[in-house]
């Protein structure tokens, strides 16, 4: 039988290529954690945890490491990591919540058993529906004519959906500007996502709506997350106060979330990443959810490498409903990457002349650490290799 024998976890630190402005702040450099989990047959599966350093959720970097080493981990060892359904059962029994840590391991376990079955992920989660994706670019929260520069360059390097990031300067007349101002320069080719980042409170939301609402006939639109996480109320609110479509991502973490907001009809489009969701396994029960309820997924990333893009790359092949737009598979082309995701599966498309993401041949994930750069950038490692600090429910 098959077998874990030790997993590694490493946190690394990786710059971004220029600063990046959202509503929850400014950053220029992200933390991840990548875990590589080793078999008794030689297999070794690669995953990601990501968490977002703000209020997007409640683990950081230090407590997945922390949870991993010391709960997930040795609980682990031993477990065949091809049943996937039952290491999920075992996390979930030892330890509630943690999405992100569950999740390195839960897309490790995907990879090892893609690898041992000599094939990608979206074959065994029954067949890619598309080959390839377009591509989504997010802008910080800056001027208008900052956005015409940045919007043209990006055009022109084959994207054509942007996530314009805003709330951070509570400027509510000039982000509705902003929008406007795309939609005159470029007319109706670009699909406009504004996203907040609960970045504004429900009456200034509703201000921003009320100025977007014009703009939809000029464009495809929705908006991101306007409002805290921590009052679903009014996100359900203004859904039913507004005909743009909003989507749910920090609001969105657990099946139960997309159930709650697919019942109330409180949003029109779910915000998947699979970091954040748990994993593939988690985060393929809420694209069922999105399935029932036809409801359009679009498929979000963390400031993630290409370890986590390319596990959400394999569901979204899979997905019936995805929103008619660019994805998030650019994340590995704004920072110090140290996979070969990008390298090997982003190319521009002739015909279209569209930036676009192809899905990997190769097992598992299909894609491959880069190990002089997974070792530039590390600044905390961990190997556990035994079950003898596993949890057992009793303090001792």
Not at 301 to 308: N, R, W
Request: proline share 6%.
């Amino acid at each position: 039988m098959t077998s874990i024998t030790s997993i590694e976890c490493r946190r690394l630190q990786l710059p971004f290529n220029q600063p990046y402005v959202t509503g929850a702040g400014t950053l220029k450099t992200t933390q991840c954690v990548i875990v590589r989990v080793h078999t008794s047959d030689g297999l070794v599966g690669i995953g990601e945890a990501c968490p977002y350093p703000t209020k997007f959720q409640d683990e950081t970097p230090g407590t997945v490491m922390s949870v991993l080493e010391e709960i997930l981990a040795p609980s682990l060892i031993g477990q065949n990591p091809l049943h996937v359904n039952d290491i999920n059962r075992i996390m979930d029994a030892i330890i509630p919540g943690n999405p992100q840590a569950k999740a390195a391991i839960d897309v490790a376990c995907w990879d090892i058993l893609g690898k041992k079955l000599g094939a990608p992920i979206y074959q065994l989660l029954g067949g890619p529906l598309r080959t390839s994706l377009d591509l989504l670019w997010p802008m910080g929260d800056q001027t208008p004519a900052e956005d015409t520069k940045e919007v043209t360059e990006k055009v022109e390097e084959g994207f054509k959906t942007f996530m314009y990031k805003m709330g951070f300067y509570k400027d509510i007349d000039m982000e509705i500007e902003r929008i406007a101002t795309a939609r005159k320069v470029f007319g109706k080719e670009l699909v406009i996502v504004p996203d907040a980042n609960q970045g504004f409170t429900k009456d200034e939301a509703i201000q921003l709506l009320r100025g977007l609402e014009p703009l939809q006939s000029k464009g495809p639109l929705f908006v991101e997350q306007p409002v805290s996480k921590e009052r679903p109320q009014d996100m359900v609110s203004l859904q039913r106060q507004t005909s743009i479509p909003l989507s749910i991502d920090e609001s969105l973490v657990t099946v139960k979330d997309a159930l709650h907001f697919a019942q109330q009809q409180g949003c029109g489009v779910f915000s998947v990443k699979v970091v954040k969701n748990g994993g593939i396994s988690k985060a393929k029960e809420i694209c069922g959810v999105a399935k029932l309820y036809g409801i359009p997924c679009l498929f979000n990333s963390m400031l993630e490498t290409g370890v986590a893009q390319a596990a959400a790359l394999h569901l979204a092949a899979v997905t019936p409903t995805l929103y008619p737009s660019g994805h998030c598979f650019m994340s590995t082309l704004r920072l110090k990457d140290v996979t070969t995701f990008a390298s090997s599966l982003i190319r521009k498309d002739n015909a279209s002349g569209l930036l676009k993401v192809h899905l990997p041949t190769g097992p598992g994930l299909g894609i491959s650490l880069d190990e002089e750069a997974l070792e530039m950038h590390t600044v905390d490692r961990r190997v556990i290799t035994d079950d003898k600090k596993a949890w057992n429910g009793k303090l001792e």
